[in-house]
């Protein structure tokens, strides 16, 4: 019965934290397949890792012959530490003490339409660490948007580009259009202890020479002019349109006349209930944010042409959750 399934629904969640912590999907991708050998790997009980391995089984996220446990496809492609495509450092991230806070009681959060966390600035405070941990923990998970954008953006094609990546967090999407195109030159804004990660992955990508860091809120701090590309990744939905405005008039007059404004984000359909992994996230926002949503692409548009942007288009990034906006004056 999925009522039953959706009270429940916190087991498998905390399951599935436990046996990332432990590095279960790992121990079973090097050949560690018994639940004792599980258990010496991971420092366990025998009793405690075959109760916690079985629970997997039953979720299909393992599967069971004898008394051997083996991976499921997308947990060997994603839960494996040894993976090169690795998700399991997220879960630092959407399971850290703040998430799961703002979920503990949601009645007074829906009474007054939006989180009640830090006195009502939710997750946007200055001085939460919470997006020090995004900063290192999901660079895996966003790739597929970064390499989306460097095609949409024509990074490999050389030509000189200068390119503004606000709230840059990992700096993932600015790095990435570097990597690309020798001849980008970005500028990141962010806090200075979220610039910091992103100049190290800057440095590991071996792109830290064209890598600049501007230390500041994007709403406040002055970014400069001419800019070919502006990324807004991830970040628009945390604030009302009442606050984008403004922000969207600020990167208007900071770009070059025929520049390109690449909006990546959580974007459902009119009706805001499809897609439905995409329309969920507007729960995320109402239990986080003062004011943020998921906006459908016709809000998006309202917001950009009321900020000077007249071409507006939206592309669906195909087997991805997000969508991008492509905005030009």
């Given amino acids: 019965m999925r009522i039953i399934q959706a009270v429940n629904a916190f087991q498998l969640t905390a399951a599935m934290k436990a046996a990332i912590d432990l590095r279960v999907f790992t121990a079973i991708g090097e050949g560690r397949l018994t639940a004792e050998a599980i258990a010496e790997y991971c420092q366990t009980s025998p009793k405690g890792m075959r109760v916690l391995c079985d629970f997997l089984v039953v979720h299909e996220f393992l599967s069971k012959d004898g008394l051997r446990y083996g991976l499921a496809p997308d947990a060997a492609a994603f839960l494996d530490r040894n993976s090169p495509t ?29 989180t009640v966390l830090n006195e009502a600035s939710g997750t946007m405070s200055k001085a939460d660490p919470m997006w020090e ?32 990546d606000l709230a840059a967090g990992h700096g993932l999407f600015g790095i990435t259009i570097a990597q690309h195109n020798p001849n980008a030159t970005v500028y990141a804004v962010d806090w200075p202890s979220v610039l910091e990660i992103a100049r190290e992955h800057a440095l590991s990508a071996g ?29 628009l939905h945390h604030f009302s349109s009442d606050m984008i ?14 520049g390109v404004v690449v909006t990546l984000e959580f974007v459902p359909n009119e009706d805001r209930v499809t897609p ?9 926002m109402l239990a986080m944010t003062a004011e943020g949503d998921a906006y459908p692409f016709s809000e998006y548009e309202a917001m950009f042409r009321n900020a000077g942007f007249q071409q507006n288009e939206l592309r669906r990034i195909e087997g991805h959750r997000q969508a991008i906006i492509l905005s030009r004056r």
């Fill in 207 to 235: 792109v830290e020479e064209r890598w600049n860091g501007i230390k500041g809120n994007a709403f406040d701090v002055e970014f400069g002019q001419d800019y070919d590309v502006v990324l807004l990744t991830n970040f």
């Fill in 86 to 114: 690795y998700l399991g450092g997220i879960v630092n991230f959407q399971l850290g003490d703040v998430q799961r806070k703002a979920y503990e009681d949601l009645v007074p959060v829906i009474r007054k339409g939006g």
């Fill in 133 to 164: 941990e995004f900063a290192r923990s999901m660079m895996s998970a966003v790739m597929p948007g970064a390499e989306a954008i460097v095609t949409l953006v024509n990074a490999r094609s050389g030509v000189p580009m200068k390119v503004l």
């Fill in 245 to 258: 405005e403004p922000l969207l008039r600020k990167v208007h007059g900071a770009m070059k006349p025929d």
């Fill in 276 to 284: 439905r992994d995409v329309a969920a996230f507007a729960m995320v």
